[in-house]
């Protein structure tokens, strides 16, 4: 049998059904690689060893009773974003320093309810604002392929921790590519799926119209068995979709109509377009992008060149709406109720502003400010109302390429991830990172990054697709076609 790190979620959880390997086994020997390795890396901000091994022994009971769900067992670790009971909750910031949440969040409660087993907090950007995991207020997090380089953001620590192989799937959030773009960093899988269909409550907000919550994993499979578990309405979440529970895994394998074993992808339209492959595209991610839509081909899908003509405008439109969606969201941490408190003010408004000075760091203040300018009087209708109404407008723009195409494919970033360090002078490099991901978030859809190989220095690059609304299936479909004809996503970095 494989050691636990090598096994993904799929295989783990059928280690476990077939009683070839405990619960308490694989979350000990998790809990051992990442005390050997996670100190170099960054990926936790927090490990709860002693919870960990008291719900392993729970899962085992299940499993031995024969009543244990798909997951029952399978550890996992959420991204520091999401409220935990008897776990602290920091969002990555100094502000929520030793917060301790009452409750679970909506998807860690679905997930726990699966049976799975929880091992910890993983770092992220402060509030989830970051392309690098470079503005947690602890450390930052290490890409495991070349630890000189970031592994992207703000879900960095999520996606370090399945590229190290530390834990088999974890929980991530994308508002305007913090799933995709990491794992297209760390050479993962990871999937944001339609606006509501994860519930929002209990997630520490940045953008509410914009954050969703997702899956991060080593395949599609992996993906589509925890999207499956952690999706669903509720009715606490005002966003959240009303439609029955989906079963992305069998989505996922149910068979093309008209497709056969060597061409799964038969009558697929993959559309192209041209915005996502301007001259700046760097050549490494433009050979590897190629090469997995070459292999989409092999399967019997169909390219079709397509237009999306406000991709550019998805960056100016993005940086109005989310800093103000920020501004209003953080105005509820004024160290009055919870959160950090300066030590000394003279006054109520003297405790406002030092508390919030001292808690927040420069890229969560610089969005406040922003966002504030932008909802000013004066301002509102000359910045934010027109970004909404460009919102709008690039959302048109994706309904119209479906009517060409099924799911829209191209990269995931520019370039591969770059060094510690490098934009730190310059805030809107990082922004400008985020091009190929901003208008699909915009727009609500679906999407995810799929490994497709090695770009400069030996880094993964990431193929994305975008599907129309609630087409998970159809994405995962896709990627797992890719996965079961390539080995890209089997690719783990070097000494560990």
Same mark, same amino acid.
């Given at each position: 049998?494989?050691?636990?790190?090598?096994?993904?979620?799929?295989?783990?959880?059928?280690?476990?059904?077939?009683?070839?390997?405990?619960? @308490?086994?694989?979350?000990?020997?998790?809990?051992?690689?990442?005390?050997?390795?996670?100190?170099?890396?960054?990926?936790?901000?927090?490990?709860?060893?002693?919870?960990?091994?008291?719900?392993?022994?729970?899962?085992? %009971?299940?499993?031995?009773?024969?009543?244990?769900?798909?997951?029952?067992?399978?550890?996992?670790?959420?991204?520091?974003?999401?409220?935990?009971?008897?776990?602290? %909750?920091?969002?990555?910031?100094?502000?929520?320093?030793?917060?301790?949440?009452?409750?679970?969040?909506?998807?860690?409660?679905?997930?726990?309810?699966?049976?799975?087993?929880?091992?910890?907090?993983?770092?992220?950007?402060?509030?989830?604002?970051?392309?690098?995991? !470079?503005? #947690?207020?602890?450390?930052?997090?290490?890409?495991?392929?070349?630890?000189?380089?970031?592994?992207?953001?703000?879900?960095?620590?999520?996606?370090?921790?399945?590229?190290?192989?530390?834990?088999?799937?974890?929980?991530?959030?994308?508002?305007?590519?913090?799933?995709?773009?990491?794992?297209?960093?760390?050479?993962?899988?990871?999937?944001?799926? %339609?606006?509501?269909?994860? #519930?929002?409550?209990?997630?520490?907000?940045?953008?509410?119209?914009?954050?969703?919550?997702?899956? &991060?994993?080593?395949?599609? !499979?992996?993906?589509?068995?925890?999207?499956?578990? &952690?999706?669903?309405?509720?009715? @606490?979440?005002?966003?959240?979709?009303?439609?029955?529970?989906?079963?992305?895994?069998?989505? &996922?394998?149910?068979? @093309?109509?008209?497709?056969?074993?060597?061409?799964?992808?038969?009558?697929?339209?993959?559309?192209?377009?041209? !915005?996502?492959?301007?001259?700046?595209?760097?050549?490494?991610?433009?050979?590897?992008?190629?090469?997995?839509?070459?292999?989409?081909?092999?399967?019997?899908?169909?390219?079709?060149?397509?237009?999306?003509?406000?991709?550019?405008?998805?960056?100016?439109?993005?940086?109005?709406?989310?800093?103000?969606?920020?501004?209003?969201?953080?105005?509820?941490?004024?160290?009055?109720?919870?959160?950090?408190?300066?030590?000394?003010?003279?006054?109520?408004?003297? /405790?406002?502003?030092?508390? @919030?000075?001292?808690?927040?760091?420069? !890229?969560?203040?610089?969005?406040? &400010?922003?966002?504030?300018?932008?909802?000013?009087?004066?301002?509102?209708?000359?910045?934010?109302?027109?970004?909404?109404?460009?919102?709008?407008?690039?959302?048109?723009?994706?309904?119209?390429?479906? %009517?060409?195409?099924?799911?829209?494919?191209?990269?995931?970033?520019?370039?591969?991830?770059?060094?510690?360090?490098?934009?730190?002078?310059?805030?809107?490099?990082?922004?400008?990172?985020?091009?190929?991901?901003?208008?699909?978030?915009?727009?609500?859809?679906?999407? /995810?990054?799929?490994?497709?190989?090695?770009?400069?220095?030996?880094?993964?690059?990431?193929?994305?697709?975008?599907?129309?609304?609630?087409?998970?299936?159809?994405?995962?479909?896709?990627?797992?076609?890719?996965?079961?004809?390539?080995?890209?996503?089997?690719?783990?970095?070097?000494?560990?």
């Amino acid at each position: 049998m494989k050691p636990v790190h090598d096994m993904g979620v799929a295989e783990l959880a059928a280690a476990l059904k077939s009683r070839a390997l405990s619960s @308490r086994e694989a979350t000990q020997a998790l809990l051992d690689r990442i005390a050997t390795h996670d100190q170099a890396l960054g990926a936790f901000l927090h490990v709860d060893a002693d919870g960990a091994l008291a719900r392993a022994a729970q899962a085992d %009971t299940a499993l031995a009773a024969g009543n244990a769900g798909a997951l029952a067992g399978v550890p996992l670790a959420h991204k520091d974003i999401y409220v935990t009971a008897g776990m602290p %909750t920091t969002a990555g910031s100094k502000m929520l320093d030793g917060y301790l949440s009452p409750f679970d969040a909506t998807v860690v409660a679905k997930l726990n309810a699966a049976g799975t087993v929880s091992l910890g907090k993983l770092n992220c950007d402060e509030f989830a604002m970051g392309s690098a995991n !470079e503005n #947690s207020a602890y450390f930052p997090a290490h890409n495991p392929w070349d630890a000189s380089r970031v592994p992207g953001g703000s879900s960095g620590g999520s996606a370090v921790a399945v590229a190290a192989r530390l834990v088999p799937g974890v929980t991530g959030t994308d508002t305007g590519g913090s799933i995709r773009q990491p794992a297209s960093f760390t050479g993962i899988t990871g999937i944001k799926p %339609t606006y509501g269909v994860c #519930s929002r409550y209990g997630m520490i907000a940045f953008a509410s119209s914009l954050d969703q919550a997702g899956p &991060m994993a080593r395949s599609a !499979e992996d993906c589509a068995l925890l999207l499956s578990a &952690m999706s669903g309405f509720d009715e @606490r979440d005002a966003t959240s979709v009303q439609q029955p529970p989906q079963d992305f895994h069998a989505q &996922m394998l149910a068979a @093309r109509e008209g497709a056969s074993a060597g061409k799964p992808l038969a009558g697929l339209r993959v559309g192209l377009p041209r !915005e996502f492959f301007p001259g700046g595209l760097s050549a490494d991610v433009n050979a590897a992008v190629r090469a997995g839509l070459a292999e989409l081909e092999k399967l019997g899908a169909t390219l079709v060149d397509v237009s999306l003509p406000r991709t550019e405008l998805a960056i100016p439109v993005y940086y109005i709406i989310a800093p103000a969606e920020a501004s209003s969201n953080l105005s509820r941490f004024d160290g009055v109720k919870f959160g950090h408190r300066a030590a000394q003010y003279d006054d109520l408004l003297d /405790m406002y502003k030092k508390s @919030r000075a001292e808690g927040f760091g420069p !890229e969560v203040k610089r969005r406040i &400010m922003i966002g504030t300018y932008v909802l000013s009087h004066g301002y509102y209708d000359a910045y934010y109302l027109q970004a909404q109404k460009l919102r709008r407008m690039i959302a048109d723009d994706f309904q119209q390429c479906f %009517t060409q195409c099924d799911l829209i494919a191209g990269p995931v970033a520019p370039t591969v991830a770059w060094k510690h360090g490098e934009g730190k002078d310059d805030p809107t490099q990082a922004y400008l990172a985020d091009i190929f991901t901003l208008p699909g978030s915009l727009a609500g859809l679906p999407g /995810m990054s799929v490994p497709v190989g090695l770009g400069a220095g030996g880094m993964p690059v990431g193929l994305q697709l975008i599907g129309n609304y609630f087409k998970e299936g159809q994405l995962l479909h896709t990627a797992h076609a890719l996965q079961q004809a390539t080995d890209w996503h089997l690719a783990a970095p070097s000494g560990l």
